[in-house]
């Protein structure tokens, strides 16, 4: 057998796999790059169930690692431990509750976790997001709805895993 058609039978897999600019052999240019809408980010919508069971459909939008990275910092507790030590604790609730106030998509709702009548109407002193949500939907229903977000805006991915 000669060498020339030995591997005449083998694929070349990565010269026929299309690309983002739609032709074969083309990599991403600085132009491809320039046409990303960074203000328009994946949206979607979760379902919430409020205390008394009836359901709503929240509009949400993706956040990117810097928003979900200080919502955690502002989630994070300091506790006094042991012979002086301070030790850090996420508070889940609170965590919870942020990331579905920063992901909630005003452009398709007039709703605000952060109304000052909202939270009158509840007898809070304060319009905090992390006060309000806890008091109008279901726990499980709060957590349900982060891991949604947080599942579109692709942050739950491991390393490595989201360009396979």
Partial sequence: MNEQNRY?????????????????NEFVTLADLLDIDVTNRRAGSVKMMAI?????????????????????????????G???QITEELDELKY???IIDKALDSRRTAMSFRSMELASKLGLPVAAPEMIIPKLFAT?????????????????????????
């Fill in 8 to 24: 005449d039978h083998e694929v070349d897999e990565a010269g026929t796999q299309e690309t983002v600019a739609g032709t074969s």
């Fill in 52 to 80: 008394d069971g009836k359901w709503f459909d929240i509009p949400i939008n993706a956040l990117d690692a810097d928003e979900e990275s200080k919502i955690r910092k502002q989630a994070i507790r300091k506790l006094n």
């Fill in 140 to 164: 499980i229903s709060v957590a349900d709805a982060s891991r949604e977000v947080i599942s579109l805006s692709g942050l739950d991915e491991p390393d490595g895993a989201l360009g396979k």
């Fill in 82 to 84: 042991p012979r002086g």
């Fill in 96 to 98: 919870n509750c942020l």
